[in-house]
Nanobody, 125 residues
Framework: VQLVESGGGLVQPGGSLRLSCAAS????????MAWFRQTPGQEREGLAA???????TYADSVKGRFTISKDNAENTLSLKMNSLKFDDTAMYYC????????????????????WGQGTQVTVSS
C-alpha cells in the first residue's frame, strides 16, 4: 500500500488549495479513506472521510469549507479546501483502511492502517 500526497503549499487567508493523494498497491475501491492534519506538538486531527460506499463525514472545523472526493477509476483521493484560515496551517495526511469505516469512527486516526508522508499547507499573508 502506498499513499502519496501532493498539492500543499503557501496560500493567503481566504484562498483555496486542492490536495491530492495518489494510491497504489491495493484495491482502492474497497478502501475507506480520510484526510487528517497535524501541527507540531498536537494530536493528529481528522478532517474529512469517505467510506468505501462513498459516504462522507466532516469535522465541524472544516464543514462547508472542505470537500473530500474519491476517484476509484484514477485511484486518487482529493481534498478541496476553500476559505482557508491561519489555523489551517498544518501537515496534511491521507489515510486508508480496508473496508467500511463507520461515520462515528471515520475521523479517528487509530481507525486507519495506512498513511502517506504528508504535504505541508501554510496559510499566511
Amino acid at each position: 500500500v502506498q499513499l502519496v500526497e501532493s498539492g500543499g503549499g503557501l496560500v493567503q487567508p481566504g484562498g483555496s488549495l486542492r490536495l491530492s493523494c495518489a494510491a497504489s498497491g491495493f484495491a482502492y475501491r474497497t478502501y475507506s479513506m480520510a484526510w487528517f492534519r497535524q501541527t507540531p506538538g498536537q494530536e493528529r486531527e481528522g478532517l474529512a472521510a469517505i467510506d468505501n460506499y462513498g459516504d462522507t463525514t466532516y469535522a465541524d472545523s472544516v464543514k462547508g469549507r472542505f470537500t473530500i472526493s474519491k476517484d476509484n477509476a484514477e485511484n486518487t483521493l482529493s481534498l478541496k479546501m476553500n476559505s482557508l484560515k491561519f489555523d489551517d496551517t498544518a501537515m496534511y495526511y491521507c489515510a486508508a483502511e480496508h473496508g467500511f469505516v463507520s461515520a462515528d469512527q471515520a475521523l479517528r486516526p487509530s481507525r486507519y492502517a495506512y498513511w502517506g508522508q504528508g504535504t505541508q499547507v501554510t496559510v499566511s499573508s
